[in-house]
């Protein structure tokens, strides 16, 4: 099965749950905006289109996500805590972190959920070597496994099975 056609599977099926309507108006703009979608962004989504057939990726996505989102409920919190008493100490600094993510998506997937936590930013990857560079506003340790340990792992663990 081509790659092309899976994500035009793909992003119609996103387009049904978005506007839970099966109206022939709506199925026909989805169907087009899926078509255009899947021509234009193809071969950058699926250069391993075999991946979208495995259903286990499905579910540990959606496990990722309510894991993604209580790692930025706690980094707000710390933030938001850091700015209304500036007595709380900030340590800013970039360190440097180990991944075994090998997947461009995978990597992007994990710089961006990184970058998207409160008091961390992603600056660089090194794919070659995995990687990757953080600026932390508050560097709890300057050792690569412990700061690998804070920041990555929480992500990594789940990313690795969707993207490995």
């Given at each position: 099965?081509?790659?092309?056609?899976?994500?035009?599977?793909?992003?119609?099926?996103?387009?049904?749950?978005?506007?839970?309507?099966?109206?022939?108006?709506?199925?026909?703009?989805?169907?087009l905006?899926?078509?255009?979608?899947?021509?234009?962004t193809?071969?950058?989504?699926?250069?391993?289109p075999?991946i979208?057939?495995?259903?286990?990726?499905?579910?540990?996505?959606?496990?990722?996500?309510?894991?993604?989102i209580?790692?930025?409920?706690k980094a707000?919190v710390?933030?938001?805590?850091?700015?209304?008493?500036?007595?709380?100490?900030?340590?800013?600094?970039?360190?440097?972190?180990?991944?075994?993510?090998?997947?461009e998506t995978?990597?992007?997937?994990?710089?961006n959920?990184?970058t998207?936590?409160?008091?961390?930013?992603?600056?660089?990857?090194?794919?070659e070597?995995?990687?990757?560079?953080?600026?932390?506003?508050?560097?709890?340790?300057?050792?690569?496994?412990?700061?690998?340990?804070?920041?990555?792992?929480?992500?990594?663990?789940?990313?690795?099975?969707?993207?490995?």
């Open positions: 099965m081509s790659g092309r056609f899976i994500l035009f599977i793909l992003a119609f099926l996103v387009w049904l749950l978005l506007t839970f309507s099966l109206s022939w108006e709506n199925l026909l703009v989805g169907g905006v899926s078509l255009f979608v899947s021509f234009m193809g071969d950058l989504f699926t250069k391993r075999h979208f057939k495995h259903l286990q990726r499905y579910f540990w996505f959606l496990i990722y996500i309510p894991v993604f209580w790692e930025c409920f707000n710390d933030v938001a805590l850091r700015v209304i008493r500036p007595s709380l100490p900030i340590k800013p600094g970039i360190v440097k972190v180990t991944t075994s993510l090998k997947s995978g990597l992007t997937f994990l710089a959920s990184i998207l936590t409160p008091g961390t930013l992603t600056v660089d990857v090194d794919k070597n995995g990687l990757l560079y953080v600026h932390w506003i508050d560097v709890k340790s300057k050792d690569v496994q412990k700061a690998t340990q804070i920041i990555v792992r929480r992500f990594e663990k789940i990313l690795t099975k969707i993207f490995e």
